[in-house]
């Protein structure tokens, strides 16, 4: 039942291909499409989480499995998609207009935009650490689609550029993959990838082994959540793709790596190897945090900004992820949620812009408050919002994410806060250099934002306050659950 | 404990490593195609060979699959985007000449080797699968040492199936992993190298994006309908 749930929007594809691009109203009778299975998700997601009991497990070998952290994610991925379809079909058709995508890519377009979704959501509930590296393969190959659908030769090269850190770095993870199933092999007497198995068999794991394994695995998801220094594709992509797919890039494809080296970790957590990998995650994140922020200061393009602020927060993670206490974990799980929807914001003002002015450059963005007062509050709200400013959701996460480091080591504390000072500097410089700049000569045509752009935007405006002022129960409750479920 | 396909197996792991050589080396772009074939054609007798000692049919599969994609699909493939983009030969370099790489990669092998003796005892004790896994880890740096001494993108996308096979090989003395799942892996991986192939040439060449989107669109549409 569950399982056609997630199925039935195959349905949704099916119709895509067999339709004629020539079609009148061809585009929007695509976007319905995708916002309609991108709304399907959400309402499984939602009725899964009301009415079902956790956790549930399909097929005899437990291939996939539902449990409340896959959920949780897939929660995030369908909300974000939601409104990135919803964006889409405004952001797309000005794009149109401008020539920068041509109507024969549609299809491909919304095709991969979908399955994107798909294999994202398939990735959450597999069970299989193998399962889960082939379908993080395939979200790497569609986000790349996704990214070279637009009309130039630097999507090419920025795609690329993904693509091959991106598998290369896989490659090693595999090797990682099978040491553990033959650590198992030899411990059990019949090989496991499961997370569930893994979990319970950890301590029968012999420790060196598992360490060296653990670091194969870590560089292929380091690559994907763009951990330094396997980061190097994160800021091109993400400042060449479309603002709509960079959100998703962002707010999704990152989480697929951190919650795998999440995952991993809660394994590692149960053996005596947790020492060095604390060690390991810290000084990955304290470095992923310094180089982003160095990186952040002289930025110009905003979605390069807006890309290596992803890097940073990504590199925030890892530190909690290091310090490993169940308060800790707590807030970088509510981190996720709080930086997909931030970025999401974030993106989608830039976006706006990006039709605008025509460039991403802030020396080109002119009368920005008159002319697009809607983006401009949203990049106010966002850029505030993810420097972790109090009464948004990030300030609660870095407070108590770094009074642990604290007590983990001051000096390394200080350090950090030295660090995301410099990240908080340069964007505000970068707010108050892009709405202070006037000029006299107005625009002769503005561009008009349609409702369904601003929408999306409203909601997550509203999204975030609500949660970083009241903090729902529900919520609460479901990240200790999932705390509580990785065994912390 | 010493059979004929163990011995027959070590000769393989000598040839393997010399086409790893030749790969680090040889300019011509389809020479380079035929050493990745010769190289894969080596990985599958390595895994018929396995096969005939301990009679596992996954085994043979493998064999038969690795023949089909590596030796003649993937090589194929490339010699037709290679056809496209008009280049007969990859004679840039761009940090390590020929030479120094092949001594890099020498040192490699050696490291690898010294830090998987401290493993051994958590995996198989034979000697043969040792040298097995140690070759597989080594030519998967030797792939990465193509990848970054390259300039152009089609010899880095070998650079990229040769740390492949070393996975391959990897995995082939490891563990035998869940039938199924080799099939997905292999599957996966010729998607991923016909889109880095279609890619390669939208960079290479001279021709328009509007040519470079016709040629992904037929084939993002086959890749679809895989996908059901």
Partial sequence: MILLMYGLPGLVLLAILFMRPQRPGYGRLLNIATVVNASIYLASTIFILAGVQLPVSFFSGNYLYIDMFGLYEVLIASIVFLLAALYARGYIRGLLKKKEIDRENLKLFYGAFNLLLIVIVFAFISNNLALFWILLELTTILSAILIVTLNARENVLAALKYVFTASTAMLFSFIGIILIFAMTQQALGTGTLNWSELIVQAHSLPTPLFTLAFMFIFIGLAAKAGIVPFHTWLPPAHAKAPSVVSALLSAVLLNTGIYGIIRLYAIAHRTPAIKQISLMLIIFGVVTVGIAAFSMLSRENIKKLVAFSSIEHMGLMIIGLGLGTPVVLFWVLFHTLGHALIKSLLFFSAGILHQEFGSNKFYDMKNVLSLQPLASLGLIVGGVAIIGTPMFPLFFSKLYILIQLGEFSKPLLFLVLLLLLIVAASIAIFLIRTCCQTDEVKPAVRYRVPWVMKAPIITLMVMIFTIGIFFPQMLQNMLSGIVFSLGF | ?228
């Fill in chain 2, 1 to 228: 404990m010493i059979s004929v396909q163990y011995e027959l197996t070590r000769i393989l792991f000598v040839l393997v490593l010399c086409s790893a050589a030749l790969l680090i080396t040889q300019r011509s772009l389809t020479s380079l195609f035929s050493i990745y074939a010769v190289q894969s054609l080596l990985l599958s007798f390595v895994a018929l060979l396995l096969f005939w000692k301990t009679g596992v049919y996954a085994l043979l599969f493998i064999a038969g699959l690795t023949i089909l994609t590596k030796v003649v699909v993937i090589p194929y493939v490339l010699r037709k985007v290679q056809k496209d983009i008009y280049t007969k030969r990859d004679l840039e370099f761009s940090y390590l000449s020929p030479v120094s790489s092949i001594l890099i990669s020498t040192a490699l092998i050696f490291v690898v080797y010294k830090s998987f003796a401290h493993f051994r005892f958590g995996l198989s004790q034979d000697n043969v699968f040792f040298m097995g896994a140690v070759i597989g880890v080594s030519l998967l740096f030797i792939g990465m040492l193509i990848i970054f001494s390259r300039k152009q993108m089609i010899t880095k996308i070998i650079g990229y199936l040769t740390m492949e096979n070393g996975v391959l090989l990897f995995s082939l003395f490891i563990a035998e992993l869940p039938f199924i799942i080799e099939v997905l892996i292999i599957l996966d991986l010729i998607i991923l190298i016909l889109l880095s192939a279609i890619l390669a040439f939208g960079i290479d060449s001279t021709s328009t994006m509007k040519e470079f989107h016709r040629k992904l669109d037929p084939f993002s549409l086959w890749f679809k309908k895989q996908q059901k």
